[in-house]
């Protein structure tokens, strides 16, 4: 039988002979290396020196035949191995401490979590998300920006995480998907009744004579909508641009025209009538989120919480 408390082990983590309780040492020094991206941070969170950390990890991997850290230049990446140890680990290690008070004491001024990502996403879920690490004494740094510039500035060790609309190019950053994103088309309930029945007559040349409200000059978005639903290339140009997906919806809304948005933007105003869909494809366009992690991220409790609970919060999403 495990030890009264400890988790279930996990796929790969073999279980211990009978009688034999469970390493739980082993495991809390995986979910220490796994939250802070690097054995030698990890080590400085559990009083360890880094050498003892890898040998742990080491131990851990031979136990269960598998690989569950990328040694990187700079700290370590999980592997899907290690995600899936982790999530279910996580919840009763993090119980256990609370319960013997043998967890990672934070020093009295731990210092804030640097979170970057777009605008409209972190307003519109992260921030409500996050609210009740706040209340709860996590302190928070958040920086709007567009995702080539924020990763840039992880790299260079501005933020701690970065919410990011595309995965990272090369192996120098961890990431792991947050949450998708559904882009619809939608008009006010105005224009819907003057196109009623033409977009599937007539296709998207019905739109033609409608303001098209946008979030940038070049239409990104709504390019990437007009290839992937229609099948052919976007021709028209925006009356009016927007750089925050939050006013476009706002001016589709007031009538100014159409766009394509994040559902998650819209879906209050669509459930209330404000905003229509124009269209209901069956394969509708999908961008990923994901939530990046600079490897060797100095050691702080309050990022793991912050990390672990955005994963956790985004499955509503």
Same mark, same amino acid.
């Given at each position: 039988m495990p030890a009264p408390g400890a988790p279930a082990p996990a796929p790969g983590v073999p279980a211990p002979e009978p009688g034999? /309780?469970?390493?739980?040492?082993?495991?809390? +020094?995986?979910?220490?290396?796994?939250?802070?991206?690097?054995f030698t941070a990890a080590g400085q969170v559990l009083g360890l020196s880094q050498p003892t950390v890898t040998t742990q990890i080491r131990t851990l991997e031979r136990q269960g035949g598998r690989e569950l850290f990328e040694r990187l230049p700079r700290g370590v990446a999980p592997t899907a191995v290690a995600d899936e140890l982790a999530a279910r680990?996580?919840? /009763?290690?993090?119980?256990?401490? !609370? @319960? +013997? &008070?043998t967890g990672v004491r934070p020093a009295r001024a731990v210092e804030p979590v640097h979170l970057a990502g /777009? !605008?409209?996403?972190? =307003?519109?879920?992260? *921030?409500?998300?996050?609210?009740?690490? $706040?209340?709860?004494?996590?302190?928070?740094? $958040? +920086?709007?920006?567009?995702?080539?510039?924020?990763?840039?500035?992880?790299?260079?060790g501005r933020h701690d995480l970065v919410i990011a609309t595309t995965r990272p190019r090369g192996r120098t950053l961890a990431a792991v998907p947050l949450a998708d994103e559904e882009f619809v088309l939608v008009a006010a309930p105005v224009w819907a009744a003057r196109l %009623?029945? #033409?977009?599937?007559?007539?296709?998207?040349?019905?739109? %033609?004579?409608?303001?098209?409200?946008?979030?940038?000059?070049? *239409?990104?978005?709504?390019?990437?909508?007009?290839? %992937?639903?229609? &099948?052919?290339?976007?021709? =028209?140009?925006?009356?009016?641009?927007?750089?925050?997906? #939050?006013?476009?919806?706002?001016?589709?809304?007031? &009538?100014?025209?159409? @766009?394509? $948005? /994040?559902?998650?933007? =819209?879906a209050p105003l669509l459930d209330s009538g404000a905003l229509v869909r124009l269209d209901d494809p069956a394969d509708p366009p999908i961008n990923t989120g994901y939530l990046v992690q600079r490897p060797g991220t100095p050691a702080n409790p309050h990022l793991a919480r912050v990390r672990d609970h955005l994963l956790a919060a985004a499955r509503t999403w």
């Open positions: 034999v /309780p469970a390493d739980l040492n082993l495991l809390r +020094t995986f979910l220490a290396v796994y939250r802070a991206g690097s680990i996580a919840a /009763p290690l993090d119980a256990l401490a !609370a @319960a +013997t &008070g /777009p !605008a409209e996403l972190l =307003c519109t879920l992260v *921030l409500p998300a996050l609210a009740p690490l $706040v209340a709860d004494g996590v302190r928070l740094r $958040v +920086t709007a920006g567009l995702t080539d510039q924020l990763l840039e500035e992880l790299r260079a %009623h029945g #033409r977009l599937a007559a007539e296709g998207p040349a019905a739109l %033609h004579e409608v303001p098209l409200v946008a979030y940038a000059e070049d *239409l990104p978005i709504v390019r990437r909508y007009w290839r %992937h639903v229609f &099948g052919r290339r976007l021709d =028209c140009r925006a009356a009016l641009t927007v750089p925050d997906l #939050r006013g476009v919806v706002s001016a589709v809304a007031a &009538g100014a025209g159409f @766009a394509v $948005v /994040p559902r998650y933007l =819209c």
